[in-house]
């Protein structure tokens, strides 16, 4: 292979990576704003809510950066990524019509983790940065940007699941300790 297919595949290569992650941010900001339409209170509606509008900024940087190298996004993977979100929404969570509170739960550690893939997305980009590509600078925010995301989400994570799991009396719950044993709770008894 030349350096001119060499260079035609890293072209590729690049545009299908940024497509992937441009349809995922788009997947990300519904997320984030599904997860904050159905949080359990005002308070973390709110946390959500900025977190949902950082997402979508994070999705327009991520267009401009692309628009910068001359690379579309893709309308299938558009296509293909509104139908894979609602394929995912089709989850046994305890409850046929109403949203469980299980899938807030659920919702949120998708979130966490596609923060954190969107996360790599601008560590992989600072590696290839130029002047035509982004700015270090931009690039460093970004990082700094997803994870606050991240720890504000896992925060929240962590209040929603208390509130879910453990009763004010939280005598009743015992979690394993690593000898193999089972939780003791009434909810083990819901599988």
């Known amino acids: 292979m030349d350096e001119h297919e060499a260079g035609a595949d890293r072209r590729r290569y690049l545009t299908i990576y940024l ?3 441009r349809t995922g941010a788009e997947a990300g900001v519904r997320l984030a704003q599904r997860c904050r339409d159905h949080a359990p209170n005002p308070s973390t509606a709110a946390s959500l809510e900025q977190i949902a509008k950082e997402i979508d ?3 327009q940087a991520l267009t401009t950066i692309m628009a910068g190298l ?6 299938v993977k558009h296509i293909a990524g509104l139908i894979a979100e609602r394929v995912g929404r089709l989850k046994l969570n305890g409850r046929a019509v109403r949203t469980s509170p299980l899938s807030v739960l659920v919702e949120l550690e998708g979130l966490i983790g596609a923060v954190s893939i969107k996360r790599e997305l601008w560590t992989t980009l600072q590696t ?3 002047d035509t590509l982004s700015s270090d600078a931009e690039l460093k925010a970004l990082i700094a940007r997803a994870d606050d995301q991240r720890a504000e989400l896992q ?3 962590g209040r929603i ?5 453990l009763a004010t009396d939280r005598s009743h719950h015992r979690l394993p300790t690593g ?3 089972a939780i003791s709770s009434d909810a083990a008894d819901d599988d």
């Open 70 to 75: 001359d690379i579309d996004p893709s309308s």
């Open 128 to 130: 290839l940065a130029t």
């Open 19 to 21: 497509r992937d992650h």
């Open 57 to 59: 900024a994070d999705r």
């Open 179 to 181: 000898s193999g044993s």
């Open 161 to 165: 699941a208390s509130d879910l799991f």
């Open 155 to 157: 925060a929240v994570h």
